[in-house]
């Protein structure tokens, strides 16, 4: 691996004009997301701004995505607030101290798994998973940001508590701060939903349309601060604000984990590296293929991690790669990293000198943009999609919505892991067994119930469509010997194993006495397109010694056998 | 299912003989073993002799085998211990109690899962996990014995520190003690190894010869109680002696568990039942085998499970089909179950009048038993074959051992069923994938490093030996791309579907994008031979449309389409 990126290397003048515009873009966007998801996570609004400094340069550095944007991101902060409330209050020095270790360990994890390549775990996340995980998500952030659109207190217990709480304290809501959060939430839905099309009635492109939409959260930021302070709504209308914002860059510092920080962090750590990694790749995978761009999963590892690294080190909390952010920083043409660096020196710039700026931003606003950010990945399009193409996979996706929004995230998310591995075993160990016959005038061999095909009357030919395993393997035997009880002319067995990729050493042992029990009664156990791999490992055995020259590269040729051996037979002596 | 069994209803009067030869033999070796199996479990001698009545009775009930032996054995005996070991006392009454608990836990699981038809369950311990299981729990129970043996206290804690107490302690050994030890060991493995062959020799038949060597457990407890009841060796010279057992039937007791218990016990409970059950039905499948009958597992679900509350109903604990017994029982001649029921009928006799006899029985003598029978299960040969055919296998069978050994019996053999899982989620997930051509004058397509085949400069044809889903979609994504960019001249993509059992959801969605990106670049994407049950699913969605007309029945038909297009692309307009 080099030591200077290749984008650095072969960067070029007019590339620049794309990036800096993307920058200022992404920036904008940036600031209220930042202090919101701070929000989000229980934290301090200078945490998020942390968060959105030194990560965006360590990923540019590391990292193999030209567009995409790290950062703050909505899933990644429930995570952390859900992992740390019982460990300790919101917002206390403890609270955040446990939210840089959750990034040191996270951003740990995430570069060991890139120095042993192991990209590859995160696929044992199907998308059912992630899309359940991700819609589950997005209701139980929307739930829990209300009780700051209308003012109340609601215990953030489980979510039942929480929508009774809001529930029967509504008409105890304060009026102001209920006027902002609904007049925010419904500016920003507006501008998300139409005002993308009246902007291009009104003659301006779509693109930078729906770049303008994107840029709505500021204005509400900047809007609603200057309300407050023209009304001091703070003080005359108990509107909750943001407050003060320390000015000046965090000290860098290097947080080593204790023993009981280790224990109590490392499932939530291993939990949020896989998930930001699997939406962070999947978000840059999308954006690089319409570019003919490629990223590479085990140096996406290193980025992220690095970017969680760096997080940790100015007292920032767990990053990935954001949906939206991203998306954007490529419509409004980042063509490098160097647009995220643009965008952390921007950030920079605001954390040492304009804090001051947010005091009187309130939560409701905060609150406003986490709502609508997040009901954009609320996703019924998929479940419905996912339920007429496989119920199983939807089964998955709903369980784990259920259970992220009952349960929590974490629980949540490990059921749904859980499911996806079960349904794998469960199918497995129930292989599609099809008896078949040849297909007239051709060499292939197809299931009877769907073909018409030609058969023997005493050869029973089947062809399993599964590994043979310990899951599987005396159900195999079982089926095939209740089939030869059934048809006392069966005198030949042919199993056609184009699907068997491997046998392991429970079904070798299931095969050797089903070749010794249908021995015994007089009938000939034959193979045909074993695979090389498997041929290989079965040849030493007994069991390969039994079957010498009963093995056959093709199911025709072990039909043509029978056929033979069978006129043979009928010749006399 | 009928209530009078079938054996029972074609019940001919040539076949008692047989049974009654068989449960006088089964009896003489019962009866030391569940006095010694009851002692491995830490219960007084009565409760195993209360698990080898009633059980024997409900299995022959409701089980489907005519010759298994069940009862007491071995390795349900050590899980009870280690399963009980931390919640009570060895020997005190609530451990007793937890015991009976545990037996009616175990049989109510067994019971469910029979009505759920869930036999196909205990497929999920391959057999490597089951034999490195065994050798370890006969490994373990060998050292936990050998204590008795030499008449030393040793703690029952870790089995480095029993080891370690033993050597340490060896000085101390009580010498009456170590010489009946000893001598009972010498004698039972010469029964077992030698006198067989010898009373050939002196000819008697061999399976009269294996029968009595059989009953020289017996025949070591009938002369240590002489012996140690002639020289009073249990007050002069301090050996341990099993003491009073009441005389007498127990009472039948319905137990409940109450909520604690259930914490406590499920997941020993599920445990001795699935290893029960294994290696109870494997028993019964192979001696139903070589009579030609036939065992029904879900219905050896019932019977086991009626086993177990039968057990418990008459304050006994955890019982299974055992090996040693089943084989004796017949090899001895038992046709029916009927046996098992003289032997219940035996036993309960032995109960009610002669549990005095025992008093002077040594301790030594029932460990030299155990140990005899349990280190006949220490299979070295499985391992070595095991670890040439399939080192992943060999692997989990070691792991399991040694986590048995080292771990304890529950998280060995937990420890064994997650590596098995998770070898099949890895091999699943690193799937073979080959580039094919077709083999001259066939129609068949092979591997190309495999064989001499014919190919197409502007075909990259591969197959896929695995059904695609979640934890193999992007890798199969990622390798087709990366091939696809090596070769500019390819303008035709072929999956071979042979192996393809399933396209799970996620994968759907990575072929939909492979397929567009392939479109872009002006590459036709075609799949052959898919399953009737993927092409159905595949058919209506998005990807299925795309590839109308694409999707061939061979591979062949799709090499033949792949030349005329080329062909015609030639030809000058």
Request: glycine content about 8%; aromatic content about 6%; hydrophobic content about 55%.
């Amino acid at each position: 691996m080099n030591i200077v990126p290749d984008w650095i290397k072969s960067y070029r003048r007019d590339l620049l004009p794309g990036d800096i515009t993307a920058s200022l873009i992404v920036t904008v966007m940036l600031i209220p997301q930042s202090l919101a998801y701070a929000m989000l996570a229980g934290l301090p609004p200078e945490i998020g701004l942390y968060a959105s400094v030194l990560p965006l340069v360590a990923y540019a550095l590391l990292g193999t995505s030209m567009t995409l944007a790290v950062g703050p991101v909505a899933v990644a902060s429930l995570m952390t607030a859900s992992a740390l409330a019982p460990l300790a209050a919101p917002g206390s020095p403890e609270y955040i101290a446990l939210a840089i270790t959750l990034s040191m360990l996270s951003g740990a994890m995430l570069l060991v798994f890139g120095v042993l390549r192991l990209g590859f775990l995160a696929y044992f996340l199907s998308h059912p998973v992630i899309s359940g995980f991700i819609t589950g998500s997005a209701i139980l952030i929307t739930i829990s940001q209300l009780k700051h659109i209308f003012g109340v207190q609601a215990s953030s217990g489980d979510v039942l508590t929480t929508v009774f709480d809001i529930a029967t304290r509504l008409p105890d809501a304060n009026p102001a701060t209920t006027l902002i959060g609904v007049l925010t939430l419904g500016f920003l839905f507006f501008a998300r939903k139409a005002l993308g099309q009246l902007l291009q009635k009104a003659g301006i492109p779509a693109a930078t349309a729906a770049l303008l939409g994107r840029l709505a959260p500021m204005v509400a930021v900047i809007l609603s601060i200057a309300a407050v302070s023209q009304l001091d709504l703070a003080n005359t209308a108990g509107v909750s604000i943001v407050g003060t914002v320390p000015e000046g860059l965090p000290a860098l510092q290097f947080l080593v984990p204790d023993g009981n920080d280790l224990a109590n962090l490392w499932l939530p750590a291993l939990l949020i590296s896989l998930v930001g990694f699997v939406e962070s790749v999947s978000v840059a995978q999308s954006l690089a293929l319409k570019r003919q761009q490629k990223i590479n999963p085990d140096r996406e590892l290193l980025g992220l991690g690095a970017a969680n690294i760096a997080s940790a080190v100015s007292g920032g909390y767990p990053v990935t790669g954001g949906f939206a952010r991203s998306v954007v920083n490529f419509s409004a043409g980042a063509n490098t990293p160097l647009a995220g660096v643009f965008s952390a020196v921007l950030m920079a710039v605001v954390i040492a000198n304009l804090t001051g700026l947010f005091y009187n931003l309130p939560q409701a606003v905060l609150s406003a943009t986490i709502i609508v950010a997040v009901t954009s990945l609320i996703d019924i399009k998929t479940i419905k999609e996912t339920w007429q193409y496989d119920r199983a996979d939807a089964v998955s996706l709903l369980a784990t919505l259920v259970g992220v929004v009952v349960l929590g995230v974490e629980a949540g998310v490990i059921l749904g892991v859980a499911l996806s591995l079960a349904a794998l075993v469960w199918r497995s160990s129930h292989p599609h067994i099809a008896v078949v016959g040849r297909v007239p005038g051709t060499e292939h061999f197809r299931n009877i119930k769907r073909h018409k095909v030609e058969t023997l009357p005493n050869l029973l030919a089947m062809r399993v469509d599964e590994s043979l395993f310990f899951a599987n393997a005396a159900l195999v035997q079982g089926k095939i010997e209740s089939l030869v009880a059934a048809d006392a002319n069966i005198k030949f067995v042919l199993l056609v194993c184009p699907a068997v990729n491997q046998i392991d050493s429970t079904a070798l042992e299931a095969l050797t006495q089903l070749q010794s029990s249908l021995e015994a009664k007089g009938i000939k156990f034959m193979l045909a397109e074993v695979k090389g791999p498997v041929m290989d490992r079965l040849q030493p055995t007994e069991l390969g010694h039994k079957l010498e020259g009963l093995i056959f590269l093709s199911a025709h040729d072990a039909f043509i056998y029978v056929e033979r051996h069978h006129e043979a037979a009928l010749k006399p002596v």
